[in-house]
């Protein structure tokens, strides 16, 4: 009697050890099944936002700047060095309005 009880109690423990797995492994199969690609994108967006506020942090010191009026958003950039291309990036305004801006500034 004794070990009938011993061999009820363990085969109890194994049913019990086997749905804790299958537990376990539809709660990895969830996580394993993240979209990983689009997470890893987010992160590289967020981490291209924290290097824009960080340089647009390190412009707000600056006097000449005021990023109300993109004719002296554009005129900064410029007596910074950037090129037209970088400049049209940075503003979101075409290459050609840029351009424009700098001409009427005769800068160009």
């Known amino acids: 009697m004794n070990k009938e009880f011993l061999l ?3 085969l109890a ?3 019990l050890i086997i749905l804790l797995l ?11 099944s993240l979209p990983w690609e689009d997470i890893e994108e987010s992160i590289a967006r ?18 000449d700047y005021n990023p ?22 940075k503003t979101g305004l075409s290459e050609g309005e840029v351009e424009l801006i700098l001409k009427s500034k005769k800068l160009l």
């Open 46 to 63: 967020a981490q291209a936002l924290v290097e824009k506020l960080k340089e647009l942090k390190d412009v707000k010191g600056t006097s």
């Open 8 to 10: 009820w109690g363990l």
């Open 13 to 15: 423990f194994d049913v």
């Open 68 to 89: 109300a009026d993109p004719k002296e958003e554009v005129v900064f950039w410029y007596k910074k060095g950037l090129k037209l291309k970088e400049i049209a990036k």
């Open 22 to 32: 299958i537990f376990l492994y539809l709660k990895v199969k969830k996580f394993l």
